[in-house]
T-cell receptor, first 110, second 114 residues
Framework: DAKTTQPTSMDCAEGRAANLPCNHS???????VYWYRQIHSQGPQYIIH???NNETNEMASLIITEDRKSSTLILPHATLRDTAVYYC???????????FGAGTILRVKS | DTAVSQTPKYLVTQMGNDKSIKCEQN?????MYWYKQDSKKFLKIMFS???????INETVPNRFSPKSPDKAHLNLHINSLELGDSAVYFC?????????????FGNGTRLTVT
């Protein structure tokens, strides 16, 4: 599985968009980009995933660069409840395990 | 309704004991997993089962034995517990084996070995 690089931590003002970057320069063409988050004392929560195209769901948007070497998770209107560790994961086409890194600690502040 | 549920939520036991953690999913998924999150907060896969068959075993000590009585259940048995087994254990499930199927996690079982 390709390695990902994320900032250790980020702050965001409540009500503003939170943009979380992720570098995955060694990603191969058949590997998916996944985002999960883990709120304190809870299990990891699936947010969104994509292969090549940008994706949007009720939680967030995923923007993948054309060369696929980086991506950005966008939470359009962050709330205090979005404070969590956010994990960017590159998942191989074969072998279905998710390999978690250290993630980004996002702190949403009022 | 909880999609992936684990019991117990907390488990405190002494070294050398044998314990089990149960996991059930009501999502109709056919693939289930066990992950371990240690004190440094890193999440690592331990096992994966697809249609009740073991698919992934990530060099976990054989004191850990998963058992899948049916597709909706994946239980974790741990024999001869050691201090280093203290961690939070997460169960997860997904629809299918492929990379396009997200994993859905339970809320974990915090195991403390004294």
């Amino acid at each position: 599985d390709a390695k990902t690089t994320q900032p250790t931590s980020m702050d965001c003002a409540e009500g503003r968009a939170a943009n979380l970057p992720c570098n995955h320069s060694t990603i191969s063409g058949n590997e998916y980009v996944y985002w999960y988050r883990q709120i304190h004392s809870q299990g990891p929560q699936y947010i969104i995933h994509g292969l090549k195209n940008n994706e949007t769901n009720e939680m967030a948007s995923l923007i993948i660069t054309e060369d696929r070497k980086s991506s950005t998770l966008i939470l359009p209107h962050a709330t205090l409840r979005d404070t969590a560790v956010y994990y960017c994961i590159v998942r191989a086409q074969y072998g279905n395990k998710l390999v978690f890194g250290a993630g980004t600690i996002l702190r949403v502040k009022s | 309704d909880t999609a992936v549920s684990q019991t117990p939520k907390y488990l405190v036991t002494q070294m050398g004991n044998d314990k089990s953690i149960k996991c059930e999913q009501n999502l109709g998924h056919d693939t289930m997993y066990w992950y371990k999150q240690d004190s440094k907060k890193f999440l690592k896969i331990m096992f994966s089962y697809n249609n009740k068959e073991l698919i992934i075993n990530e060099t976990v000590p054989n004191r850990f034995s998963p058992k899948s009585p049916d597709k909706a259940h994946l239980n974790l048995h741990i024999n001869s517990l050691e201090l280093g087994d203290s961690a939070v254990y997460f169960c997860a499930s997904s629809q299918g084996w492929g990379p396009e199927s997200p994993l859905h996690f339970g809320n974990g079982t915090r195991l403390t070995v004294t």
